[in-house]
């Protein structure tokens, strides 16, 4: 619950509202929220549906790119076994994650009702939660990058390692460097042979690691956007632009100088000097 934007939204907006800052932001933030709660609840006859719709909409789009990958993409030839194999790992995950959303259902038809509600306290927390949503509903996307990012990291250590080996050479640690080194016969053999099949199985992984590396940068573009949105809600400078529209520029008139209190401007001075220091405050009207 903690790594949530909801919650860590919560914690933003409690601290711009204890602190007085940006009353005009938070009733701007509120109208808004209410203005999209009304058109929620007024437009959409079962608001809940549209988040299943996008589930199912997602994962066929997901069955489609595997398609895709299914056959020759781009007019690359991918190793077929291999290829095979994710093909039925992720189609199966799929399935999974297909079964897990039919199954909560009746909670996502709640959750949206939930969002439009969220609109008494304000449009950022309706994005807020908004983006918990998506960040649910792609999560097979995300544990399917997860998946190739690590086999493709373990291959390119392997090869790297394995092409040291084939060159003769070996990483010294104790100096810090690549020196040569006399394997035996059977080292060698059997490092040519991993050396190989890891090198034509790697364009298959590096398809499918660039694949989905690319719809995770998408997701995560379309979360960073409504993030910059809900921060830039609470701190845009709604007060000082109203104040120069309605009463144009500060001038030298408008400047009000107070005297502070000793108690204000006791932290200005040491405690041991007896030097008495009067400060000004300088605000616009």
Same mark, same amino acid.
């Given at each position: 619950?903690?790594?949530?934007?909801?919650?860590?939204?919560?914690?933003?907006?409690?601290?711009? /509202?204890?602190?007085?800052?940006?009353?005009?932001?938070?009733?701007?933030?509120?109208?808004?929220?209410?203005?999209?709660?009304?058109?929620?609840?007024?437009?959409?006859?079962?608001?809940?549906?549209?988040?299943?719709?996008?589930?199912?909409?997602?994962?066929?789009?997901?069955?489609?790119?595997?398609?895709?990958?299914?056959?020759s993409?781009?007019?690359?030839?991918?190793?077929?076994?291999?290829?095979?194999?994710?093909?039925?790992?992720?189609?199966?995950?799929?399935?999974?994650?297909?079964?897990f959303?039919?199954f909560?259902?009746?909670?996502?038809?709640?959750?949206?009702?939930?969002?439009?509600?969220?609109?008494?306290?304000?449009?950022?927390?309706?994005?807020?939660?908004?983006?918990?949503?998506?960040?649910?509903?792609?999560? *097979?996307? *995300?544990?399917?990058?997860?998946?190739?990012?690590?086999?493709?990291?373990?291959?390119?250590?392997?090869?790297?390692?394995?092409?040291?080996?084939?060159?003769?050479?070996?990483?010294?640690? #104790?100096?810090?460097?690549?020196?040569?080194h006399?394997?035996?016969?059977?080292q060698?053999?059997?490092?040519?042979?991993?050396?190989?099949?890891?090198?034509?199985?790697?364009?298959?992984?590096?398809?499918? /690691?660039?694949?989905?590396?690319? #719809?995770?940068?998408?997701?995560?573009?379309?979360?960073?956007?409504?993030?910059?949105?809900?921060?830039?809600i609470?701190?845009?400078?709604?007060?000082?632009?109203?104040?120069?529209?309605?009463?144009?520029?500060?001038?030298?008139?408008?400047?009000?100088?107070?005297?502070?209190?000793?108690q204000?401007?006791?932290? #200005?001075?040491?405690?041991?000097?007896k030097?008495?220091?009067?400060? /000004?405050k300088?605000?616009?009207?």
């Amino acid at each position: 619950m903690v790594h949530t934007s909801i919650y860590k939204h919560f914690k933003e907006w409690q601290k711009t /509202y204890d602190e007085r800052s940006r009353p005009a932001n938070i009733a701007l933030d509120r109208i808004l929220g209410i203005i999209l709660m009304l058109i929620l609840f007024s437009l959409a006859t079962q608001p809940g549906d549209f988040l299943i719709q996008i589930s199912h909409y997602v994962i066929d789009e997901l069955y489609s790119l595997l398609k895709v990958l299914e056959g020759s993409p781009i007019g690359l030839k991918l190793n077929i076994h291999l290829n095979n194999f994710f093909l039925d790992c992720f189609k199966y995950h799929i399935e999974l994650w297909s079964t897990f959303l039919d199954f909560i259902e009746p909670l996502v038809r709640q959750v949206f009702l939930a969002i439009g509600a969220f609109g008494c306290l304000g449009l950022t927390f309706q994005i807020a939660l908004l983006v918990d949503l998506i960040s649910i509903i792609g999560l *097979h996307s *995300h544990c399917f990058y997860i998946y190739t990012k690590v086999l493709y990291n373990v291959e390119r250590k392997g090869l790297s390692v394995l092409w040291q080996v084939v060159r003769g050479n070996r990483y010294n640690i #104790l100096k810090g460097r690549t020196e040569s080194h006399n394997y035996m016969n059977r080292q060698l053999y059997l490092a040519t042979i991993f050396f190989s099949a890891i090198l034509f199985l790697f364009p298959t992984t590096l398809v499918y /690691y660039i694949v989905f590396a690319a #719809l995770k940068a998408l997701t995560f573009a379309t979360l960073s956007i409504f993030e910059f949105v809900r921060r830039q809600i609470l701190s845009l400078p709604i007060e000082g632009c109203m104040k120069r529209v309605l009463k144009g520029c500060n001038d030298i008139d408008c400047l009000q100088i107070k005297d502070v209190s000793p108690q204000e401007r006791a932290f #200005l001075l040491h405690k041991n000097q007896k030097i008495s220091v009067t400060v /000004y405050k300088i605000t616009a009207l």
